[in-house]
């Protein structure tokens, strides 16, 4: 891969605001940026956990002798 492909990867992650830069003089420096990533994991992660999470609130609700909708 060519350093010209790689600069314009790292720009399109940096607009995309998965990477942070820095300078330091003549260096820029890439940094990964967890929050959107987070964001996008739980996003896509929470939608397969909320029925189990719905079925076991309502397990104990049963359990527990309360009604449940």
Do not use: C, Y
């Not at 719905?54 to 359990?63: A, C, E, F, I, P």
Request: no cysteine.
């Amino acid at each position: 891969m060519t350093r010209q492909a790689v600069s314009k990867h790292l720009e399109i992650l940096e607009e995309a605001n998965l990477v942070s830069t820095q300078r330091q003089g003549r260096e820029k420096l890439h940094f990964i940026n967890p929050v959107p990533i987070n964001a996008i994991a739980e996003r896509w992660i929470g939608k397969f956990e909320r029925p189990q999470l719905r079925v076991l609130s309502q397990l104990k609700d049963l359990l527990e002798g309360e009604e449940h909708e």
